[in-house]
């Protein structure tokens, strides 16, 4: 097996692959996908070759292993945040820009909050790349070196738990047979349920990230 | 195979089983160790009865599916959550010892983390309990039926990413090679090590936590 994939009777031009090359926008592509389907666990180079239908010999010569893999996918996710926003913006704009555009990155890939949470930021420009700007627009905004990155983290934390809300289902809270049993939240969770898919979610996200910020506020 | 294991030698006493019997504790012990291991996607019924020795027939006596199975392992997790504060202490302080308490109980566990976040509250006497305790708690504090959800989420979900950097590595913010092209966070990085492993994912969440609940205080 080569790099490439041929429909039946399509001859093989020697020493040039034809058909779908394996680029880093396909392997991510496909990555994504087996990692929503397979979890971190059943996320190997070897799988992903199966899925990709090359061979492993063939995936190598991209990634080396597991951990180029996933910060290849890992990559592709955050260069799609806004962060350049603390550049642009005042800090107080900008942290709300740069929170819902990853709020909305990892809402579209749920099984990648997890891994990215533990991730070190070792050996990935993309993420760098985002640290320095944030840490950069935070600095300016008066945090110092030392409580800096706790700030950061502190928005990260909340977002990416928020990322998760926003991916659970609008009747998380039926109380369903027990509403009697739990009257409260029988009552609080029909009062929560917004007039379209995700307002709920939306709703809880806005509050704590205007409460968030204006602790953080406070404090730099 | 039933739903004992035996030594070699061990006779089976007919009609009454001898060795370790399958109780839910067992169930959930085991359960706790598979998910960890394999993550969501390879934890089914058919898994953990082999994890455990037994028949999947014997484990369908407790668990009919693998949403049962989530929920006894989810229930166990829970229950080590202090919620009764809600009803022993001041909001102020209860929102504190709460989520720490809860924090706590999901780093000890982080792959519940992603399956918990979007789990429905139907079917669990457990988890119904503690959001009807917090509940009580926030709308006593003065939050409405229609906000008192979206406080209590926005609260949880910055409790639960904070759970996933508490088990990130140490080094996280280690630039490595790259810490010449991205000095603020090299230098951040290194301000930000406690003196003690997992002081600064403890910073971050403290800080965070103080500051989510200022800005909730104020709107309540």
Same mark, same amino acid.
């Given at each position: 097996?080569?790099?490439t994939t041929r429909g039946p009777g399509e001859a093989r031009s020697p020493g040039r692959p034809v058909g779908r090359v394996l680029t880093p926008d396909r392997i991510?592509?496909?990555a994504l996908v087996l990692?929503?389907?397979s979890g971190d666990a059943g996320f190997t180079v070897t799988a992903l070759a199966r899925a990709?239908?090359?061979?492993?010999s063939a995936l190598y010569n991209h990634v080396t292993n597991k951990r180029e893999l996933l910060i290849l996918v890992q990559d592709h996710v955050i260069g799609q945040i806004d962060h350049r926003c603390f550049d642009e913006l005042p800090w107080a704009e900008a942290v709300g820009v740069w929170a819902r555009s990853m709020r909305k990155a990892f809402?579209?890939?749920p099984t990648l909050v997890p891994i990215y949470a533990v991730m070190s930021v070792t050996d990935s420009r993309v993420v760098l790349d985002m640290y320095e700007t944030v840490t950069r627009g935070f600095l300016a905004a008066g945090w110092s070196d030392t409580d800096v990155l706790q700030a950061i983290v502190s928005v990260?934390? *909340?977002? !990416? &738990?928020?990322a998760m809300d926003a991916v659970a289902p609008e009747d998380v809270f039926d109380t369903g047979a027990m509403a009697e049993d739990f009257p409260l939240v029988a009552?609080?969770?029909v009062a929560a349920r917004g007039d379209h898919a995700g307002a709920r979610a939306e709703a809880a *996200?806005? !509050? &704590?990230l205007a409460s968030l910020f204006d602790g953080l506020d406070a404090r730099r």
């Open positions: 097996m080569g790099e991510v592509r496909e990692l929503e389907k990709l239908g090359v061979a492993p809402a579209a890939h990260e934390s *909340f977002v !990416l &738990g928020s009552r609080a969770g *996200f806005e !509050l &704590g």
